[in-house]
């Protein structure tokens, strides 16, 4: 069976559920109150009531076998929690303590006493030492951080698998704020049993999910991800953040989640040889997925760029040339075409200079040109809606361009607060805008390299239907 | 003279007022009522009475001399504008309307009557075909946006230099979200006769401006920059944003200001001659800016991290070792002294990994140890408001080891709401806390950078004593 329940559980048990809004049993079940859709059982044998809820004393005496079993208590505490568990023929657990492995040999000691529970009862456990996870669709949320200090993205198509927890959790907020949409969200923790490839298999089959990120110091199963790989990259794009590419990050992974040194060289070699996307930073892995998620493969070197800010047009045209891509200048046909929308000094070459003088309608008139000219193979739009003449409609024209240009159309807005609140509205309705030159140019990379990535599976796919 | 009274004017005409809230003639008037201590005149032949203040039919029934004229309406009236202030003795005018050079050569010509009207009666002027000039602490601003589309950032440490006014309307906008605050901001427009050089020199003087960053398509007088740059940087780091630094880019900035194209070796070559940090894109220069503006230069390579996310620490790791610093372990004394601080699971390596047990105290502490060893050049720190043992009390100790450590200390915070509040906060107080971790590799990188041109300025000026 699949991981369909772990992520969608009709019925959870919280075991360690607490009635002190400081302690993390009473954050995990406030977070999953307030969104979940399973029934919640708290269990602690102290309390009566909980948060509304009734409280039992033990997994036993919940009247359901429930599907999940959130631990909130301590290490050794927990091997219990999963033992009975197990026993009872609950499939999934989420261990949240740390205490294991990462703390010396009594740790490991436990660790393995968790693994043996996992082989001798077929209970499925995500953790230990992990945040475990969060899916805005169905609710599920395990995370104990309270919604004042960290805020939860919205529902939308990236899945994020990080074997950081904090960096989950750190980037989860950010999203939050920014409004980029997640469908789910596993911390991998220490990997006793549930390892990032049965989740990739799963988050391939989830319709939800349309890009997949991949925070990882060490791979548990190499082996496994090289089979899997190229049959989720013909299907969704994946990225990967390797954390541990240097010495100095390998000795901080080492201390870290004990990840063996890595040649960096060869990571990335791989990375490229499964048509995995490799970032460098965790910003580009946030926007590249949301960006990845939604856009078509850009097929060609030749990028237009749209603006009403010269100088944004001359920093990416700069920025662009650098990554090698070109911004070739237009065809007369098209300068042509672009004079009739323009004012006369507006610019019709590339960059297509509207000037502060634009319009909604000169935008969608200018994008419309260039996605049928053939003179680029993609754009890059400065979508500023701080001018004289530009209203709120312009959110309509980028809509549709995104949703039916057939050329892969990346929208940068540069600003402030008004700038945010189109920003949000847009991304809500998934179209990922970007908020600075640089990361419109690596959007544009990523689009690029999912081209390539994809002629070679379906070149790999040829090959292997001709033998 | 100087430029003094064009940064601080006494008195403000502004030809072209108009009543009609969506004409720029009405809101650079809104904009100068909301925050300038200056004595403001409407001028307008059509109306008695303009947002409550006394309208004027032309300058020169003003009833005193200005000290600044801002000419709203369109260029060949600005042109008699700027003929009749230069005549009643105004020293000085920004022409914010286009319709010159850029725009062919009868713009050229009226271009060149506003040269000789600025030579023969001496006034000076800004612009044309720009926005102007913004001044937080004196309240001036000519920028014909209004406050609900684009924000104006609060009083800070940097002044910006632009010869794009988009460039410089949307990174101001942004700065106003973030909190970055701007000592001054001026766009040159066309440069008939105010150029880069003028205002760098009255922002050498300028006891609230910290760092000066400039964003350049061409430069106005090479030989002027090469004989101030020197004298500025031993005082000020000046950031250089050049636009056209490849072909495609030396293309989009001969069509938006008429730059010539620029030899991007050559150009980079002279700024850091001069000791001008040469940014690669507008966030880099925003960013860098402000971290220039506030903290010591970085003497070494080596970097202490110090974090309560683990990830967060080995992706940091690799980010500097790859930028060409070290993340060195750290002396057996230091660990000593880091563990009596940490709890037991906490590594004391570096990254100083404190884990989600993390305490405000913690942060102080581990802080003050790296600052004493002999380890590290500079510290690293990820200021994580979201875990559940960190307080608002977090802020004071930032703030205190950002003014008093001996070391410079970059403070990034990753996440959403609650920690943009507290970013805000610390950026108010003058605390540049940036927000994901290659920007804070990028902030480093441009504080050792500053170490070396000092160290450069200081030997060439202890060789012109030996001489």
């Known amino acids: 069976v699949g991981l369909e329940r772990l992520f969608d559980p009709r019925s959870i048990a919280v075991v360690g559920a607490s009635r002190n809004p400081r302690k993390a049993g009473n954050i995990v079940l406030r977070n999953l109150l307030e969104g979940s859709r399973a029934r919640i059982y708290p269990v602690n044998p102290k309390a009566e009531e909980i948060l509304g809820l009734k409280a039992y004393p033990d997994l036993a005496s919940v009247p359901e076998r429930v599907d999940l079993v959130i631990s909130v ?14 026993e009872l023929g609950i499939p999934f657990a989420v261990v ?3 205490g294991f492995r990462e703390t010396g040999p009594e740790g490991a000691r436990l660790e393995e006493e968790l693994r043996r529970i996992a082989r001798r009862t077929g209970i499925r456990i995500v953790g230990p030492n992990c945040v475990g996870i969060y899916v805005p669709r169905t609710g599920l949320n395990t995370i104990f951080i309270p919604r004042e200090k960290a805020g939860y993205p919205p529902g939308g198509r990236i899945a994020f698998v990080t074997q950081s927890g904090a960096m989950g959790v750190l ?5 939050s704020r920014e409004g980029w949409g997640f469908s789910a969200f596993v911390n991998l923790g220490n990997r006793v049993d549930i390892t990032e490839v049965e989740v990739l298999e799963y988050l391939a089959g989830d319709e939800e999910t349309r890009s997949i990120a991949l925070y990882l110091e060490s791979m548990a199963d190499v082996a496994s991800l090289r089979d899997l790989a190229p049959r989720i990259v013909g299907e969704k794009p994946l990225l990967l953040l390797k954390g541990g590419r240097t010495s100095a990050g390998n000795r901080a992974a080492a201390s870290h989640t004990g990840a063996m040194a890595t040649n960096v060289g060869i990571a990335r070699g791989f990375s490229r040889q499964m048509g995995i996307h490799w ?14 998620a939604s856009q078509r493969p850009l097929e ?15 920093v990416a045209s700069d920025l662009l040339e650098a990554a090698g891509f070109s911004v070739p200048e237009l065809s007369a046909e098209t300068q042509e075409r672009l004079r009739e929308v323009l004012v006369p000094f507006a610019s019709p070459r590339n960059p297509v200079d509207m000037t502060a003088e634009a319009t909604d ?4 008139r200018v994008i419309g040109i260039l996605q049928e ?8 739009v400065f979508a500023l809606p701080q001018t004289a003449f530009i209203t709120e409609a312009l959110e309509g024209v980028i809509k549709r361009w995104h949703e039916e240009g057939p050329k892969p159309t990346v929208f940068v807005t540069i600003g402030g607060d008004y700038s945010a609140s189109m920003k949000r509205r847009l991304r809500a309705a998934g179209v990922p805008v970007l908020d600075d030159i640089a990361s419109g140019v690596a959007a544009l990379r990523l689009l690029r390299e999912r081209h390539a990535f994809l002629s070679k599976v ?7 239907g001709a033998k």
């Open 171 to 175: 980037l989860m907020d950010r999203a």
């Open 279 to 292: 970032v460098e930073d965790e910003m580009e892995m946030l926007l590249g997925a949301q960006v990845l």
């Open 361 to 364: 309608e000169q935008y969608d």
């Open 458 to 464: 379906k070149r790999s796919r040829a090959y292997s």
């Open 300 to 314: 060609g070197d030749r990028i237009g760029i749209v603006t009403s800010a010269g100088g944004a047009g001359v």
């Open 73 to 86: 208590v301590p290490a050794a505490p927990s091997v219990e929690v999963v033992r009975q568990a197990g």
């Open 373 to 380: 000219s053939g003179d680029v193979d993609g754009l890059l």
């Open 96 to 98: 949240l303590a740390g």
